[in-house]
């Protein structure tokens, strides 16, 4: 009996030892390793919400705090957020083009006041992804790294610093670019006045093609089966088409001038412009300036007045004008006196034909004419 009395008193001292040993750990470890005197709830906590709706939220990394909600300049304790946000808000200017021509993409824009640099973006199709380029200093940059017969989209956004941080806008409106080749396939088509330039094809690139013939008119460039490609009849619209060319420069309208609507003459070349952007969507069209005749022509009756000339001319200038890339084109001024009529110097005799002067003059004009206006021959 006493040995179980006994028994029972040494597991209940054992079992209020542990007890007395736990409640020693517990306020060991809350004050001395933790140092917490006093139990403070999460939700007392200024700025903290209670520990059931923190945990029911996802860890997330900070965003940066968006422009719209910066204080604006000379508002707030002076910080230089305003600053920043104004100078963000800005949006740079569409960039123009100043060339377009392998190797070479040159675009300025209107510099932003307090830029110290500009990020040039370039993208392959409309609304697809732009990649960053370059950095620039100055409102105007160089791409040569395009590629011929491409085309690009292009857009700047400016950058500035402020008190140490850079700043930057966002990106302006796009442009868009097409690179044309360096040595453009070039056909001439036209009547006797393009037969002449044939004779001197010699002095032009070896890349060019002509498609010539005394009577040509717009109408039959468009209609006529006059030419032979193939060993089939086609026009010389088709004709051109086959040889996929970059631009087309057309010297025609003297033949036609006394039968044809000057409004028709204007309007088939919409056509012939229109039915070409199926074989090339950037196809540059080259319209010439109807040239000069005498009055006293030995072909008398069929020349149209000098008025008819000028009326054929004002609708080629409108057609062109209509266009981004039809230009028209007026080298023949020289070649008329004071009274409208073709100079001497420039016929052969008959009034109307061109003399081998002017046809050297028109084939070396023609050549600057196309360097200067489009950036290649």
Not at 136 to 160: E, I, L, P, Q
Not at 215 to 231: H, K
Not at 252 to 281: I, T
């Amino acid at each position: 009996m006493k040995n179980k009395v006994k028994t029972s008193l040494a597991i209940v001292l054992f079992l209020s030892l542990g007890v007395l040993v736990g409640v020693l750990l517990c306020y060991f470890m809350n004050n001395v390793v933790f140092g917490h005197g006093d139990t403070v709830r999460a939700s007392e906590v200024v700025g903290e919400t209670a520990p059931t709706a923190a945990l029911s939220q996802p860890i997330v990394s900070a965003t940066p705090v968006p422009t719209d909600a910066v204080t604006p300049a000379g508002e707030g304790d002076g910080s230089t957020s305003g600053a920043e946000s104004m100078f963000a808000s800005i949006v740079p200017s569409k960039p123009e083009v100043k060339r377009c021509v392998y190797p070479k993409v040159t675009l300025t824009w209107d510099g932003v006041e307090g830029a110290i640099m500009y990020t040039v973006y370039r993208s392959k199709s409309r609304d697809g992804e732009y990649e960053e380029i370059a950095t620039v200093d100055k409102n105007r940059f160089v791409d040569n790294t395009a590629r011929r017969r491409r085309t690009y989209f292009y857009k700047v956004s400016a950058g500035c610093e402020i008190d140490g941080t850079e700043v930057f806008t966002e990106p302006g409106k796009q442009v868009k670019v097409y690179v044309q080749p360096d040595h453009p396939k070039t056909v001439i088509i036209g009547e006797c006045f393009a037969v002449a330039l044939e004779r001197a094809r010699s002095r032009f690139p070896s890349y060019y093609r002509f498609i010539a013939q005394g009577g040509m008119s717009t109408y039959s460039i468009l209609n006529n089966n006059e030419f032979t490609y193939g060993g089939q009849k086609v026009t010389a619209l088709e004709k051109a088409a086959l040889y996929k060319p970059d631009r087309l420069v057309f010297l025609v309208g003297a033949n036609g001038a006394g039968s044809v609507d000057p409004q028709d003459a204007g309007k088939n070349f919409e056509k012939m412009y229109k039915l070409m952007k199926r074989v090339n969507p950037a196809i540059q069209f080259v319209i010439l300036a109807v040239s000069p005749w005498k009055s006293d022509s030995v072909y008398g009756r069929k020349m149209p007045s000098h008025e008819k000339r000028h009326q054929i001319n004002q609708a080629y200038r409108e057609v062109a004008e209509k266009y981004d890339n039809i230009y028209y084109c007026n080298l023949t001024e020289r070649f008329e006196d004071s009274n409208g009529n073709l100079r001497g110097q420039f016929n052969t005799g008959d009034g109307l034909h061109w003399s081998v002067y002017a046809r050297d003059y028109m084939t070396v004009q023609l050549q600057k004419w196309l360097k200067k206006k489009l950036g290649s021959v």
